[in-house]
């Protein structure tokens, strides 16, 4: 099992050279093969059915498998005309911080500052963003780093679930579960991961109620809401979980109001969550700081790293006002044989998370804050939302497609006019056609029973006097 420093050297060498080239001809997207989509179903069942090697090989041997039969079939979704999903690219800050992770390989579960700064740093990281967005770090000294937005939901649910139980009730969900009571999730449009995270935490799919006033836009029912609230209270089994979305995923819009949602969220004893997954970021920025008011009001807030703050998949971010509400949920089991510290600004991370094993994805997160900072990142995302307006524009003034929804920020919604490539079949092909002029990747969607595309412009190098031209072409030339 032994490694060759030598051979060792020599193949990290030639990973570095390969993320040099990518990251100088990311603005060119790679063209999709002319293969059948049973073709490729037929190569991976190929490779699915290869069984393990009973001999091992060389270093070189499994390098020269990776880059000649793996890598090429990866998607470039680092590149800056990626518009799929809302991926951010890899700073070359964050890039190197996650190459330095694995060396020093940390186990994020004790605060163990005398062996190890890096519970440490990723408290600090986390308040970092805060002060990106211009919210007090007094305010949430509950946080921690997941996977993604997903977890940071559950945690969200989790933590509304323990707070409803304790406040309504005095009951401890975390040690007896919900005896007998119903917790509703009340919400407009929220993300599929909102919902999934009511299975997770055993609030089940079911409860989940819409408040929304109007089904074409991002608003509240407030008659609405506050009936159920009330009625919520009144009937001693049930409480509630008002969920806000701070950048709707399909259009980028934003929920208002939320100073009366707190009003009412006060009155009823309810817990108030907003997913700002990358909503979040338009505080850090002139501009569009207006869209997103009020964030500090919420119990708790998710957002992600891996979308707008361009670090490496996976990053999520959770902050909570109620600390306690972490350690309640999270730190009532503890393995015997794992030492633990007194409660402080700094509790063990094993107590405010999921995960025990967690690895120390703080440092790609640290490392790009501090290299760009403020200033660096608001011009990261004022730019990705001017190229979004501009292509906004071009796409409504073009006679063969329409906008579906505003360009509140960095999204773009839209779909085509032409019978050939209208319905799901012809949304699907246009789409496929535009991925395959290797200029430009965009995703399908349905907004208000109608099939979509959708364009999420996230990549800190997309660069409007390089690749606007390239990417209206080719949505020219395919329409034509």
């Not at 259009?251 to 969550?273: M, N, S």
């Not at 633990?340 to 790609?364: C, G, K, Q, V």
Request: charged residues 20%; proline residues 4%; contains cysteine.
């Amino acid at each position: 099992m032994d490694v060759d420093p030598k051979v060792l050297r020599e193949q990290f060498q030639k990973i570095v050279e390969l993320a040099v080239l990518r990251h100088e001809n990311l603005h060119q997207l790679r063209t999709l093969p002319e293969v059948s989509a049973s073709d490729v179903v037929a190569q991976d069942a190929v490779l699915l059915e290869e069984k393990l090697p009973l001999n091992s090989q060389s270093l070189e041997a499994t390098m020269k498998e990776i880059f000649d039969q793996i890598l090429p079939r990866l998607a470039n979704g680092a590149g800056p005309k990626w518009f799929g999903l809302i991926t951010g690219g890899v700073t070359p800050a964050a890039l190197l911080g996650d190459w330095l992770t694995p060396v020093y390989d940390q186990n994020l579960i004790l605060h163990s500052p005398k062996e190890s700064i890096s519970t440490v740093i990723e408290q600090h990281a986390l308040d970092m963003v805060l002060d990106l967005c211009n919210i007090s770090r007094a305010r949430f000294p509950g946080k921690t780093l997941t996977t993604g937005a997903s977890a940071s939901n559950v945690l969200a649910l989790a933590h509304g679930r323990q707070w409803v139980c304790a406040t309504r009730w005095g009951i401890d969900p975390s040690e007896d579960g919900l005896c007998g009571k119903v917790i509703k999730v009340l919400g407009i449009k929220v993300h599929a991961s909102v919902v999934k995270a009511m299975s997770v935490t055993g609030l089940g799919r079911r409860n989940y109620v819409e408040v929304s006033g109007d089904q074409n836009a991002i608003t509240w029912d407030f008659e609405k809401l506050e009936s159920l609230l009330k009625e919520y209270q009144e009937n001693d089994s049930t409480g509630a979980i008002v969920v806000a979305g701070f950048g709707e995923v399909n259009t980028g819009a934003f929920v208002a109001d939320i100073p009366k949602v707190r009003e009412l969220c006060d009155k009823y004893q309810a817990w108030l969550h907003i997913d700002a997954a990358f909503g979040m970021y338009a505080r850090a920025t002139k501009t569009y700081a207006h869209l997103a008011p009020h964030l500090e009001l919420a119990d708790s807030i998710t957002s992600d790293g891996h979308k707008w703050l361009n670090v490496p998949y996976d990053c999520g971010l959770f902050y909570t006002r109620y600390l306690d509400v972490s350690l309640q949920v999270f730190g009532g089991v503890k393995a015997a044989y794992l030492a633990t510290t007194p409660d402080d600004s700094t509790p063990n991370p094993m107590s405010t998370n999921i995960e025990s094993s967690r690895r120390f994805r703080a440092l790609p997160l640290y490392m790009s804050l501090k290299t760009y900072g403020a200033e660096g990142y608001a011009h990261m995302f004022e730019s990705n939302c001017l190229f979004a307006q501009k292509l906004a524009d071009w796409l409504q003034q073009h006679p063969s497609y329409e906008i579906l929804s505003p360009c509140y920020l960095n999204i773009v919604l839209f779909r085509s006019k032409v019978k050939e490539w209208s319905g799901q079949d012809g949304n699907q092909k246009l789409i496929d056609a535009l991925k395959a002029t290797g200029d430009i990747y965009v995703t399908a969607t349905a907004w208000n029973g109608q099939e979509a595309i959708r364009a999420a412009i996230s990549n800190w190098r997309t660069n409007i006097e390089r690749d606007f031209e390239v990417v209206t072409k080719a949505l020219a030339k395919v329409i034509a």
